[in-house]
């Protein structure tokens, strides 16, 4: 009887620390198990993957960002604290108790003062009774823990980024990496770009020779660093057998110094994050909703007097509304000439006027976030000039979409869009080649969704349950090659497109797309409409 009630009253006793008045419909630790399934059954013999949690990073002084867990880790675990570690064996390992287990986590240790002022902990019982993990240590452990990583064929793991600060205490995300360094025999020089090409070189053979060359040498044309490397070069100028022989011994040293892999963990992970699971989609299409709903709002409440930070405000207050924890990215809201500035972030015109203003944004719930892009009249009604721009982008999109389906490579929608906006501007006379296209419509037209707005995947060809955006896009700015009356002439129209074996489907399909339909819904009265502050000073 006990051995049956300790683990229930362990669940019993985190549930009421944890989960008093907090959402429900987050994924299951039985789903992050299963990821964590796949991810072992991905794996070559005799390896070990290590995971880290994202960095905590500073805004200003002693104030930090909200803290984001990194996607990958997340996908694994449902672990949102920092300070993490996780370690995943390909086959199962036995301790010096006899106790066998497959998998390790390292979390932060419960402390009564740091949760007095941030919040509380999962700590290692609200790891096991809570995610779903049988060996949950605390990370102070991990510096003397016994995993012996040279015993591994390979340690698979993703390469630091450095942006991680040391903080007080023994347990930190930088005490942790620091052990992993001293317990993996890291090279000061690690650098995953070289560890690649040194592998490539490695496997060389006389029929792949001058097409490994040529990689080499896009390589090092777009890396100054890379350029220094007397082994990188001496292969691209070697011109027999010997000196290939030679390099290849040098090399083979070189990999045999350690047994670390930084880029093989990225292909399984992309393979498995590229396709959604019927869980993940309820979470994606409830951010995508929430984000549609968003632009439908502002629609109603758009009017010339408003600033282009009011209305960033609306779509987020509706983000909020809704229970999304965040932005997916930073919020695009450009008025006029500022929507041909493709990142365009700063949001501070105080009046869009009778521009036409581009809004790119996506609510994160539950971690999946949403990109969705309109572009509507501030004023409530296209000119002609906007109106024939707009047509030509919606068109566009819709060639876009219509290629988007099981099997096509992931370059269709783009190739198809292209070709609409490329008719279109030469139809119009902005353009007088064909070649010129890419001044208008100068970046790609899909990305896959999930985790992050880009997410990882294997840019094959399509599967079913695997979500993409189309977004083309025409950008006229000011003193562009063209008649005046197109400057400052920006659209972009971006869905989010379910791939399944019936076809696409556009999950933002709420939001109205068309001209007609987005003048329609300006006309509706908005709930805003009598929500006025007091003037100040």
């Known amino acids: 009887m006990k051995t049956f009630l300790l683990p229930v009253l362990a669940l019993f006793s985190a549930v009421l620390v944890f989960g008093q008045q907090t959402p429900t419909d987050f994924l299951s630790a039985d789903f992050h198990k299963k990821r964590r399934a796949a991810v072992r059954e991905k794996m070559p013999p005799n390896t070990v993957a290590v995971f880290f949690a994202n960095a905590e990073r500073n805004r200003a002084n002693d104030v930090d960002y909200v803290y984001h867990q990194d996607p990958d880790f997340y996908y694994l675990t449902g672990y949102r604290e920092p300070n993490a570690v996780l370690l995943l064996f390909s086959e199962v390992q036995e301790n010096d108790t006899g106790a066998i287990y497959d998998e390790m986590l390292y979390v932060q240790e419960r402390d009564p003062k740091a949760e007095q002022w941030n ?20 990370g102070a452990e991990f510096s003397n823990s016994k995993t012996d990583f040279s015993a591994f064929d390979k340690v698979l793991f993703f390469d630091f980024e450095n942006d991680y600060r ?53 390589y090092l044309d777009f890396n100054e660093s890379l350029q220094e490397d007397d082994l990188l070069q001496n292969f691209v100028e070697a011109n027999d057998n010997q000196q290939i022989s030679d390099i290849k011994k040098k090399i083979s040293l070189k990999l045999a110094a350690h047994n670390l892999d930084s880029s093989l963990l990225s292909e399984i992970m992309g393979s498995l994050r590229e396709t959604k699971t019927k869980e993940e989609l309820v979470l994606l299409k409830k951010a995508v909703e929430i984000s549609a709903v968003g632009q439908i709002e502002v629609m109603k409440a758009m009017h010339p007097n408003m600033s282009e930070t009011e209305i960033q405000g609306v779509h987020e207050y509706v983000y909020k509304k809704y229970g999304a ?61 906007q109106k024939q721009i707009y047509d030509i982008v919606y068109d566009a999109q819709e060639a876009g979409i219509k290629a988007s389906v099981v099997g096509a490579p992931f370059r269709a929608p783009g190739e198809a869009a292209s070709k609409v906006v490329t008719d279109g501007l030469l139809a119009l006379g902005i353009i007088e080649d064909a070649a010129d296209s890419r001044t208008y419509f ?96």
């Open 166 to 218: 040391d903080k007080r205490g023994t347990a930190d995300l930088f005490d942790l990496i620091k052990s992993f360094k001293e317990k993996t025999n890291y090279p000061s020089d690690y650098d995953t770009t070289k560890q690649q090409l040194y592998s490539m070189i490695n496997s060389v053979t006389d029929e792949n020779r001058a097409e490994v060359v040529q990689t080499l040498r896009r």
């Open 325 to 385: 924890e965040y932005e997916g990215y930073p919020s695009i809201v450009g008025g006029g000439n500022n929507g041909c500035i493709l990142h365009y972030i700063e949001n501070n015109k105080t009046q869009v006027g009778t521009d036409l203003v581009l809004m790119d944004l996506g609510a994160e719930y539950h971690g999946y976030t949403a990109d969705v892009t309109r572009t509507i009249p501030a004023n409530g009604k296209f000119s002609a000039e």
């Open 119 to 138: 919040g509380k902990r999962l700590g290692t019982e609200g790891a096991k009774a809570l995610l779903g993990f049988e060996m949950a240590f605390n």
């Open 442 to 537: 100068p970046h790609g037209t899909s990305h896959y969704l999930g985790l992050d707005v880009h997410d990882r995947g294997t840019y094959g060809a399509f599967k079913p349950n695997t979500v993409i955006t189309v977004e083309p896009g025409i950008y006229i700015p000011e003193g562009s090659d063209c008649d005046e009356k197109w400057w400052g002439i920006a659209v972009r129209i971006e869905d989010d497109i379910l791939i399944t074996d019936e076809g696409p489907v556009n999950l933002s399909g709420m939001a109205p797309r068309t001209t007609e339909a987005i003048e329609a819904v300006m006309k509706q009265p908005s709930p805003l409409d009598d929500f006025v502050l007091p003037k100040l000073d």
